[in-house]
């Protein structure tokens, strides 16, 4: 089984940054992709941002030049920084892996349990 534990949500003024962490856990044997998703009050869950394990990235056109994903393959780790933070930001923010948990198993998708992000005006 994989765990994916988030940290580094909180309060935060308009302007501000913020930088997410979400590191995986458990039996892993190989991680493609990981991202992160936000879902705001009565809305649904889009993905905000999501890198390869070779390093290619994706952003969301609402977080672009303001939002930068990384990943420490090392660590199992995934960051996101989040500068220039707007009130729309705010959602909780959720951490995504796609993994192997052995050479031959299938590709699933695994979710963090989230982490609220509060931008206020």
């Known amino acids: 089984q994989v765990q994916l534990v988030e940290s580094g949500g909180g309060l935060v003024q308009a302007g501000g940054s913020l930088r997410l962490s979400c590191a995986a856990s458990?039996?892993?044997?190989?991680?493609?992709?990981m991202g992160w998703s936000r879902q705001a009050p009565g809305k649904q869950r889009e993905l905000v941002a999501r890198?390869?394990?070779?390093?290619?990235?994706y952003y969301a056109d609402s977080v672009k030049g303001r939002f930068t994903i990384s990943r420490d393959n090392a660590k199992n780790t995934v960051y996101l920084q989040m500068n220039s933070l707007k009130p729309e930001d705010t959602a909780v923010y959720y951490c995504?892996?796609?993994?192997?948990?052995?050479?031959?198993?299938?590709?699933?998708?695994?979710w963090g349990q989230g982490t609220q992000v509060t931008v206020s005006s």
């Open positions: 458990g039996t892993i044997f190989s991680i493609n992709n």
């Open positions: 995504n892996a796609v993994c192997q948990t052995r050479l031959d198993s299938p590709w699933v998708s695994y």
């Open positions: 890198i390869t394990n070779g390093g290619n990235t």
